[in-house]
């Protein structure tokens, strides 16, 4: 090493001439090898080891001379995948290469127009691709040339934005226009690539789609740098102009928005860029430019690309060549052996070949390490570089945020100052009002507080506003304040030469006017001598002044060697910072070997519990349909059971109305249509059938429910209606069955269809609807109207009644006298009686009546309390209907009475009618009512008033029938004994006739009373056995040779009053 020292300077000056070209040739060589394994046919993206060679070329040549020269010469319009490559690698030079690059490459705008069209006009992916890349380098170039200012890289500050835009409108709309129309090409080459990506096979993970997507690294750079600049200047363009000249602008701003955050997001999901690229979040709806106070809310996003690991690209570069060495060892043997003259000399200078060979394989293995240092070091540069970039980005991210919170504050103030000049115009307005003049007056005052408090607020952000930008700006004004102060003093040396050159031509002047003056006037030689002098002392101070000059240049040159100590301090500093992140290195590679550890026990778990998943999915499935067979057996069971009962003795005695059958029908029908939903929903998800169980489970019991019903109701029917009724029955079971059995097996579980069944259980609905009674066919909505109808009608009949009856007994004392009028006036005045008792009666059931319907009705109307409640109200409108009915016919029977045209036990039987309707009217109105209504009280006593008067009635009319029928006195003292045995035995004759009369009349009213309660709606088998008389009642009849005649029959059940209509009153 020291004979290398000992090297003369003419050998060291020819062996640097040497190595200086020999440097040249190895770049152009490195810069050919790196641009032509970057740019070629092979369908893989860019490796990043070769652009940055290609992109630290252009910063060595200060310009991207080089590469056009070597890029002009590869075939770009015989294969779209090399102009692909080619588009990309100058779009990374654009945006990451030296600043002159940017003018060579516009030398060369015409060459990338042309190929853009050339493969613009051909029906070929990657082609299509190529033209927009094209034309978006093209956009991109002209942009950055216009506004030299914005780096290609779009790196700038909103300072340096504010001062492009300037303050003329103008051209902040036409900035605006140009970056609209930047970004629009950015945004269709990325949705170009995406498209093509899903239409094709290749994926983020194979090389194909990669060379396709490795472009937009570079486009989520451009894009997200470009999203700032519109808000920025959209913002100030709404500031100066009215929102309606600015609606387009908004619009297209829209659209580039979504397809942006579009973009964004499907690159996020991307494999391919999580480890490449941290792609930011757009919010979730674009600014709301009419509101200036939304650019508070706006953060700027930050792209962050994080650090590669340098082994890691070279694992899968076996091919590649070393590094470039700082030091070319081959160049500078090369003199010594292209020239042999000068051996001698070398051999004299480094020693013998042995010695040389040696000395050359120690400097070799030297270079060798010092080239892994160089690696290394660089390694670390960049890392660390990274790291700056990424704490650079947290520190704008900061200052954004405190930018957000300065325009908050200011937004707030001028809120405050608004709502101060607010409450200043109130004060103003309200002078006469001193309450609220004070008031204001202290909500001013606190406002005003708020206000300084803010405005504190603010000052303190913008005191830490500068503190900030004062630290970010320490570091570029220690560079550059040796670059001023060397350029200060170059001014001023220049500015002092100038100066001295000015006075020594001023001088030379006047020495020659002096020369020429002397020959003329002597006398002025001393004033011009004294000029001398003056300036003699002018250039002395202009001497002093340099002196002084000079040590403040040797002040700034210590100030210099002050910076270089703080430069050589701060790389002892990134060194140790180096070693940290090697450490660091060293301790994630660790915990990257026990995640991947982790990774591969994770995934074999995984895969375990796959399997164990699709077992037990497996045995659900299976265990769902053994459930759902246990289901089907046992309804199946329940059906079979309801259809034994069909043929079972003992249920022939069970009986039901259709009513009740009708509504399980229904029941039926409900549960069918679950069964349907659940068996589709079974089949869609064989996984659940919870479903399919409660509706099967439901169907069982109502559809057993249903036929039993019909069965009973078979009992009560008419023949035809029972056959068909027991068949459908019958039908519904075995289509039951059918549909159940479907369901057991897996072949025909598909196929199985409740639809037969639906349309069984339909028709024994219909004829359940068929054997309802006929008294039952008003409408529901109707029966509140016919209930006040039958009231007010019944009432209108009572009061006709005693009218009537009035009437009667005028003309009964004009026409009778004595007894005969004793008599009619007793009967008629009882019957006065009782029917003011029932009209007082009719009043009390209304009162009482109207409590039922206000105290059950709720929300209801009263119509559909009524509907709701038809039966209750179809009983009342019967005992209503009866009560009316029963006061007419007694009007009749009294009219008849008095004219001696009828007969008193019509009369009679009218009263006991007419208990018995009062009666039904009470117990019809007793089922609603509460049990402590004082409207029920009244009633019942008027029910009883009702009685008491009937029974006057009835008394009256006994009465009046003793004293006017005249009796006979028996005398049989004349008669002999054969005459008396033949008067025995007609007598005895006459009452087997009348007791004949009397059965067959009993068994008329029977068969009478029968038919009522068909049409009334009361079944047969509901009546008590002898025809609906209690046996118990009858009197015993004499003894004869004869048969028993039938007992007495007794009136039915209250409730169940013929429903006829009121005769008329009048003949």
């Not at 209930?787 to 009537?804: C, F, G, N, Q, Y």
């Not at 008599?823 to 009162?847: P, Q």
């Not at 033949?982 to 029977?1006: A, C, I, P």
Request: hydrophobic letters at 35%; one cysteine or more; a negative charge.
């Amino acid at each position: 090493m020291n004979s290398i020292r000992r090297v003369p300077s003419r050998v060291k000056t020819k062996m640097t001439e040497t190595n200086l070209g020999a440097e040249r040739d190895h770049f152009d060589k490195k810069q050919l090898s790196s641009i032509s394994k970057a740019i070629n046919s092979n369908e893989a993206p860019v490796k990043e080891k070769h652009a940055r060679r290609i992109i630290l070329g252009t910063y060595r040549e200060k310009g991207a001379f080089t590469f056009w020269s070597y890029a002009l010469g590869i075939p770009l319009s015989s294969n779209a995948i090399v102009s692909w490559k080619f588009c990309h690698v100058l779009h990374k030079v654009l945006r990451d290469g030296h600043h002159n690059s940017l003018q060579d490459c516009m030398r060369h705008h015409g060459n990338i127009v042309e190929m853009g069209q050339l493969w613009g006009n051909l029906h070929d992916r990657h082609g299509q691709l190529v033209a927009l890349y094209c034309k978006l380098l093209c956009t991109k170039m002209e942009f950055h040339m216009k506004h030299s200012e914005i780096r290609p890289n779009l790196e700038v500050t909103d300072e340096v934005l504010e001062r492009v835009a300037g303050t003329d409108v103008n051209n902040v709309f036409q900035l605006t226009v140009k970056v609209f129309d930047y970004l629009d090409a950015e945004l269709r080459l990325a949705e170009t690539v995406i498209r093509q990506l899903n239409t094709s096979i290749a994926i983020s993970t194979t090389t194909s789609g990669q060379c396709r997507l490795s472009p937009l690294i570079q486009v989520i750079q451009d894009c997200s740098h470009l999203y700032h600049f519109t808000v920025k200047l959209l913002f100030k363009l709404h500031a100066c102009l009215p929102a309606d000249t600015l609606q387009g602008h908004r619009d297209r701003f829209h659209d580039q928005f979504h397809s942006l955050k579009t973009f964004f997001n499907k690159a996020r999901d991307m494999q391919y860029f999580k480890r490449l690229i941290q792609i930011p979040k757009l919010p979730e709806s674009p600014p709301n430019f009419l509101h200036a106070a939304s650019l508070a809310k706006h953060a700027r996003p930050v792209v962050v690309i994080p650090s590669e690991d340098e082994p890691e690209q070279q694992e899968d570069d076996d091919d590649d060549d070393d590094p470039e060495p700082l030091i070319n060892v081959s160049d500078v043997t090369m003199p010594s052996m292209m020239v042999p003259q000068q051996f001698d000399r070398f051999d004299q200078t480094f020693g013998p070949s042995n010695d040389r060979d040696i000395q050359i394989e120690n400097l070799q293995q030297d270079l060798g390490k010092l080239r892994a240092d160089l690696e290394r070091v660089k390694g670390e540069a960049q890392r660390y570089i990274t790291q700056l970039k990424s704490q650079i980005n947290s520190l704008e991210t900061e200052l954004e945020e405190q930018r957000v919170q300065k325009q908050r504050a200011l937004v707030e103030n001028e809120q405050l100052r608004m709502e101060l000049e607010a409450t200043r115009r109130r004060n103003a307005e309200h002078e006469i009002v001193q309450a609220t003049f004070g008031e204001a007056e202290t909500r001013a005052q606190a406002t005003e507080q708020r206000y300084t408090k803010l405005k504190e607020k603010h000052t303190e952000l913008v005191s830490s506003h500068a503190e900030l930008l004062r630290k970010s700006a320490d570091t570029v004004k220690i560079l550059s304040a040796t670059h001023q102060t060397q350029e200060e003093v170059e001014r001023t040396k220049q500015q002092l030469a100038f100066e001295v050159d000015r006075i020594k031509l001023d001088a030379d002047m006047k020495l020659e006017e002096q020369k020429f003056e002397m020959k003329k006037l002597k006398r002025d030689f001393e004033e011009k001598r004294a000029e001398v002098e003056h300036v003699k002392g002018t250039l002395q101070r202009t001497e002093k002044v340099g002196e002084q000059l000079t040590s403040s240049m040797l002040a700034l040159q210590a100030e210099k060697e002050r910076l270089m100590r703080s430069a050589s301090e701060k790389e002892a500093e990134l060194s140790s910072l180096s070693q940290t992140a090697q450490l660091q290195q060293s301790s994630l590679q660790q915990e990257r070997d026990r995640s991947t550890r982790e990774l591969g026990e994770l995934q074999g778990k995984l895969q375990e519990k796959s399997r164990r998943e699709v077992q037990l999915q497996q045995k659900l499935l299976e265990e769902q349909f053994s459930l759902l067979q246990g289901t089907v057996s046992e309804a199946e069971y329940i059906i079979q059971d309801a259809v034994a009962k069909l043929d079972d003795p003992l249920h022939i005695r069970c009986t039901s109305s259709p009513d009740y059958l009708v509504s399980r029908a229904e029941a039926t029908l409900g549960s069918i249509d679950k069964v349907k939903k659940g068996h589709s929903d079974y089949l869609t998800n064989m996984g659940d059938a919870g479903g399919l169980l409660r509706a099967l489970t439901n169907f069982s019991h109502l559809a057993a429910d249903t036929i039993i019903n019909g069965s009973a109701t078979a009992h009560l029917a008419p023949t035809d209606h029972a056959d068909r009724l027991t068949e459908n029955c019958r039908g519904c079971a075995t289509q039951s069955l059918q549909f159940l059995k479907d369901l057991k097996s897996k072949t025909s579980l598909q196929r199985a269809d409740p639809a037969s069944i639906r349309i069984v259980v339909e028709n024994i609905m219909k004829l359940g609807e068929e054997l309802r009674p006929k008294g039952m066919d008003v409408r529901q909505d109707e029966l509140g109207d016919l209930v006040d109808k039958e009231m007010a009608a019944t009432s209108a009949a009572i009061e006709k009644a005693v009218s009537r009856i009035d009437e009667m007994m005028n003309q009964a004392r004009m026409d009778t006298s004595g007894v005969k009028l004793e008599v009619n006036e007793r009967i008629l005045y009882s019957c006065t009686d009782l029917m003011k008792a029932i009209h007082l009666l009719v009043l009390t059931s209304t009162d009482l009546q109207k409590e039922i319907v206000e105290g059950g009705r709720g929300a209801a109307t009263i119509k559909e309390f009524y509907a709701r409640n038809s039966r209750w109200t179809e009983g009342l409108i019967s005992a209503s209907k009866a009560v009316g009915w029963g006061a007419t016919q007694m009007v009749e029977s009294a009219d008849k009475v008095v004219l001696h045209t009828g007969k008193y036990e019509e009369l009679i039987v009218c009263s006991h009618e007419i208990a018995a309707s009062t009666a039904q009217l009470v117990a019809s109105s007793k089922v609603k009512a509460d049990r402590n209504s004082t409207k029920l009280t009244a009633l019942q006593q008027a029910s009883r008033h009702v009685n008491e008067m009937a029974a006057n009635v009835v008394a009256s009319t006994k009465t009046g029938q003793e004293h006017l029928e005249d009796k006979d006195t028996m005398d049989f003292s004349g008669m002999s004994l054969i005459k008396l045995k033949m008067e025995e035995m007609e007598s005895q004759v006459k009452v087997l006739e009348l007791e004949n009369q009397l059965g067959n009349e009993r068994l008329r009213l029977g068969e009478l009373r029968k038919k009522h309660y068909n049409i009334a709606g009361v079944p047969a088998a509901d009546l008590p056995e002898g025809n609906g008389l209690d046996p118990s009642l009858a009197p015993v009849a004499p003894s004869s040779p004869k048969s028993s005649k039938p007992s007495v029959m007794r009136k039915p059940d209250l409730a169940q009053k013929p429903n006829l209509p009121p005769k008329n009153m009048f003949r």
